[in-house]
């Protein structure tokens, strides 16, 4: 294969949750320009809209993931309007801190609805898409650093999310690799978001430290938070040729954070 195929995605249908803003939005930009045909589902429409004003051609699908008969009907939408999927990036989710102690049971089982819930149901629902096909296909799911290892204060509900992520995206790729389908996660670690600037912005109005062990000296080798593009070119390289035999991994996409 040719060096460039190797990150083309020409001929490809892939779906990208959280599409709206944010490593979504870069991912759709970037999947665009690899040739791929893109559905784009966010549970914001204005996101979207903005997004389809701007990329020409992709598709915009309104669903709350954690809504059960909402992404049926969308995935159904989205073989209706396409007529086969290859692919997902799943990047939505929701981070609001709150000290552990405090939290309550509802404020757990919401966040936890969104992230570990509807994770389970677009990875459900992309599978049962993608089989049909009998093409294979890729699943990348944007699970976290966050997973692994505490990266800032009052974060435990959304830390335990993505270690079920995590943990989702290997357990899946084991049970579908007889159907060609690949699973694999990117784990950013700080990255420049409209998400992640409102969730500081909050932890602050909240009188929450917005401190932790990512801002501690020697803490992240490569000294800055990342830019939504790089978590999206760790995610074209997942979901395309180049990583053909990969299945079933982490890749941290997190300036050293892990490793130091
Ligand atoms: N920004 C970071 O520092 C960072 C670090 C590690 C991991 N991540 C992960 O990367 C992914 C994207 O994060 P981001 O910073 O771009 O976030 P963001 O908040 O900027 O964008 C997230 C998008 O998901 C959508 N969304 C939220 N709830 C939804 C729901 N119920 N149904 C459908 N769509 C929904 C939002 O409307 C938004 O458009 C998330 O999975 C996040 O956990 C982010």
Request: no cysteine; hydrophobic share 35%; proline share 14%.
């Given at each position: 294969m040719s060096l460039e195929r190797l990150l083309r995605l020409d001929g490809k249908v892939f779906a990208v949750t959280?599409?709206?803003?944010?490593i979504g939005r870069a991912v759709v930009r970037l999947f665009v320009e690899a040739g791929a045909r893109v559905a784009a589902i966010d549970i914001a429409a204005r996101g979207l809209e903005a997004l389809a004003a701007e990329v020409p051609g992709i598709t915009p699908y309104v669903c709350d993931i954690s809504a059960e008969p909402q992404v049926e009907d969308c995935f159904a939408r989205i073989l209706g309007d396409h007529g086969k999927l290859h692919g997902i990036v799943h990047a939505a989710a929701i981070f609001p801190k709150r000290a552990f102690v405090t939290m309550t049971a509802a404020q757990w089982d919401e966040l936890h609805a969104v992230n570990t819930r509807g994770s389970f149901l677009v990875l459900r629902e992309a599978v049962k898409a993608i089989?049909?096909?009998?093409e294979g296909g890729a699943i990348v799911n944007v699970s976290s650093a966050s997973g692994e290892r505490a990266?800032?204060?009052?974060n435990s509900a959304y830390g335990a999310s993505k270690a079920a992520l995590t943990n989702l995206t290997r357990s899946v790729a084991v049970e579908v690799g007889g159907d060609g389908i690949r699973v694999n996660a990117v784990l950013p670690g700080g990255v420049m978001t409209e998400g992640a600037a409102a969730a500081t912005a909050k932890m602050a109005a909240d009188g929450?430290?917005?401190?932790?062990?990512?801002?501690?000296?020697?803490?992240?080798?490569?000294?800055r938070a990342a830019q939504p593009e790089e978590i999206a070119a760790a995610c074209l390289f997942l979901a395309g040729?180049?990583?053909?035999?990969?299945?079933?991994q982490t890749l941290a996409v997190d300036g050293g954070f892990l490793v130091s």
């Open positions: 959280g599409a709206g803003q944010g089989r049909p096909g009998g990266l800032v204060h009052h929450l430290a917005t401190t932790g062990p990512i801002m501690a000296p020697g803490r992240l080798p490569l000294g040729p180049a990583s053909a035999y990969i299945t079933g």
